[in-house]
């Protein structure tokens, strides 16, 4: 029997960058799926289960990633990892709901290494 693949969503309005992080994500073993926004990720969550998601903290709009955030711990009531990626460092890191802040740029190793900390 084999084991199941972690699910990893990752959300990012950069098309580029939710390319590369689901073709490095699935080349390292994880079964990565990818969303352009908040409300994109919120349909998606509403009818799959990720084990983890990585979220951009400006998409559609100003605060997109918070909101889905807020949306996940609140709203949908799931506990499950959520890392928050920005290039910009969130002012208040301690009531943010994210589980772990990784800044922009950032190397393919080091979400790579952080993803994997969360199933060990």
């Not at 969503?9 to 992080?21: A, E, K, N, T, Y």
């Not at 890392?83 to 190793?109: R, T, W």
């Given at each position: 029997?084999?084991?199941?693949?972690?699910?990893?969503?990752?959300?990012?309005?950069?098309?580029?960058?939710?390319?590369?992080?689901?073709?490095?994500?699935?080349?390292?073993?994880?079964?990565?799926?990818?969303?352009?926004?908040?409300?994109?990720?919120?349909?998606?969550?509403k009818?799959?289960?990720a084990?983890?998601?990585?979220?951009?903290?400006?998409?559609?709009?100003?605060?997109?990633?918070?909101?889905?955030?807020?949306?996940?711990?609140?709203?949908?009531?799931?506990?499950?990892?959520?890392?928050?990626?920005?290039?910009?460092?969130?002012?208040?890191?301690?009531?943010?709901?994210?589980?772990?802040?990784?800044?922009?740029?950032?190397?393919?190793?080091?979400?790579?290494?952080?993803?994997?900390?969360?199933?060990?």
């Open positions: 029997m084999s084991k199941r693949r972690k699910v990893v969503l990752v959300v990012d309005d950069d098309g580029s960058l939710r390319s590369i992080l689901k073709e490095y994500l699935t080349f390292k073993g994880f079964s990565c799926l990818t969303c352009s926004g908040y409300e994109e990720a919120v349909e998606w969550l009818e799959n289960i084990d983890i998601v990585i979220t951009d903290l400006r998409m559609d709009f100003k605060e997109a990633g918070f909101m889905l955030i807020d949306w996940i711990r609140n709203q949908a009531n799931m506990d499950i990892p959520i890392i928050l990626m920005s290039s910009v460092k969130p002012a208040n890191e301690d009531s943010g709901g994210y589980d772990y802040f990784i800044e922009k740029p950032f190397s393919l190793n080091e979400i790579e290494k952080v993803v994997k900390s969360f199933f060990e």
